[in-house]
């Protein structure tokens, strides 16, 4: 059976090292798209629609539980197999659980055996969504890890020839430009000299979503969130006039506002 999938993980030596076992495991398997974080997972999955997700649990921004829990909506047939380097207590659910996951280091033997239980959940039809719900629930009740930094309180930005002290509170959104992220506030913008990509490592995730490739937003800040008929979004500003577009894949990430 030839299937289509996707992956996303975003440290490249690893994402490189199971892309090469499972081109060496289950060369009937077509790799349509290689993702670095949860972001361009999201937006691919709705593009492509694989019959196969390899989601990394912990990935800066959107995580692989947030993409998971986005599939009913932008991807419905698609399988998932989480990848992940979790503690005991995420492994409990999992094996309680329809949902499949991969322990790193992935062996040759986990992968072998998850080929074989996929291929035969594909011959029964759709992937039991309820139970992905579940297992997703049961993830996101248990406490986080400790992280090895807290969350940024400040940055320093440029405006012009001046550098400004900029606390994470005040920024309403970051937009992405090229090598750098444009910093917006209620007083203007400002240029970060760090990409958007290593930005999502260091910020709040709980107060920070991202809502498009190029565009994070403060929660604080959004004022209304609204769907046109296409799927796609837009979020009104407390103290901006401009108009933010949310990617119809991340609206899923709004669900019940």
């Given at each position: 059976?030839?299937?289509?999938?996707?992956?996303?993980?975003?440290?490249?030596?690893?994402?490189q090292?199971?892309?090469?076992?499972?081109?060496?495991?289950?060369?009937?398997?077509?790799?349509?798209?290689?993702?670095?974080?949860?972001?361009?997972?999201?937006?691919?999955?709705?593009?492509?629609?694989?019959?196969?997700?390899?989601l990394?649990?912990?990935?800066?921004?959107?995580?692989?539980?947030?993409?998971?829990?986005?599939?009913?909506?932008?991807?419905?047939?698609?399988?998932v197999?989480?990848?992940?380097?979790?503690?005991?207590y995420?492994?409990?659910?999992?094996?309680?659980?329809?949902?499949?996951?991969?322990?790193?280091?992935?062996?040759?033997?986990?992968?072998?055996?998850?080929?074989e239980?996929?291929?035969?959940?594909?011959?029964?039809?759709?992937?039991?969504?309820?139970?992905?719900?579940?297992?997703?629930?049961?993830?996101?009740?248990?406490?986080?890890?400790?992280?090895?930094?807290?969350?940024?309180a400040?940055?320093?930005?440029?405006?012009g020839?001046?550098?400004?002290?900029i606390?994470?509170?005040?920024?309403?959104?970051?937009?992405?430009?090229?090598?750098?992220?444009?910093?917006?506030?209620?007083?203007?913008?400002?240029?970060?000299?760090?990409?958007?990509?290593?930005?999502?490592?260091?910020l709040?995730?709980?107060?920070?979503?991202?809502?498009?490739?190029?565009?994070?937003?403060?929660?604080k800040?959004?004022?209304?969130?609204?769907?046109?008929?296409?799927?796609?979004?837009?979020?009104?500003?407390?103290?901006?006039?401009?108009?933010?577009?949310?990617?119809?894949?991340?609206?899923?990430?709004?669900?019940?506002m």
């Amino acid at each position: 059976m030839q299937l289509d999938a996707l992956i996303a993980e975003d440290e490249d030596l690893l994402r490189q090292s199971l892309v090469a076992q499972l081109q060496r495991l289950w060369p009937e398997l077509r790799l349509v798209a290689e993702c670095e974080d949860g972001a361009s997972a999201l937006e691919r999955l709705a593009e492509l629609k694989p019959d196969l997700a390899l989601l990394d649990i912990r990935m800066p921004g959107i995580t692989g539980i947030e993409v998971a829990r986005a599939l009913p909506e932008i991807s419905p047939r698609t399988q998932v197999v989480f990848v992940t380097a979790y503690d005991q207590y995420a492994i409990d659910a999992f094996e309680q659980g329809a949902i499949d996951y991969l322990l790193k280091p992935v062996s040759d033997e986990r992968l072998l055996a998850t080929r074989e239980r996929i291929l035969a959940r594909m011959q029964l039809g759709r992937p039991d969504s309820g139970m992905l719900e579940q297992l997703l629930q049961r993830l996101g009740n248990q406490p986080a890890a400790a992280s090895s930094a807290p969350p940024l309180a400040w940055i320093t930005a440029s405006n012009g020839r001046d550098t400004q002290l900029i606390m994470l509170e005040d920024v309403i959104y970051f937009r992405a430009d090229s090598k750098y992220t444009t910093v917006v506030t209620e007083q203007g913008e400002s240029l970060l000299r760090t990409s958007l990509r290593e930005l999502l490592d260091a910020l709040d995730p709980q107060r920070f979503r991202q809502i498009h490739r190029s565009t994070i937003v403060n929660m604080k800040a959004v004022a209304a969130v609204t769907r046109d008929d296409t799927g796609r979004g837009q979020l009104r500003l407390k103290h901006r006039t401009e108009v933010l577009n949310v990617s119809q894949p991340f609206m899923s990430l709004f669900r019940g506002m």
